[in-house]
């Protein structure tokens, strides 16, 4: 579980989607460590999100070095507010 409550406190929303990008990286770093250790192989990881954190999700599945097993989210559109 990747927790990013402390950089998406309400109701700043532009402030928490700022660290949309930077969020993604390190949970993209955290399934390729995840991987690399033979933890949880790509295919067996499940990447879920609501919101900005499927925005996350998205960000994170694509910039892991494989497919990742099932990425699920109800995605909205970063956007300026």
Known sequence: M???SLL???PNYVAARS???GVANRTAQLLN???DSDI??????HIIGHSIGAQIAGLA???AKET????TGKCT???ET
């Open 61 to 63: 599945a694509g910039q």
């Open 68 to 71: 990742v097993g099932r990425c």
């Open 2 to 4: 990747v927790d990013w």
């Open 33 to 35: 460590l995840l991987d």
């Open 40 to 45: 949880s192989k790509h295919k067996e990881q």
């Open 77 to 79: 559109k970063l956007r």
């Open 19 to 21: 660290h949309a990008v």
């Open 8 to 10: 998406a406190i309400p």
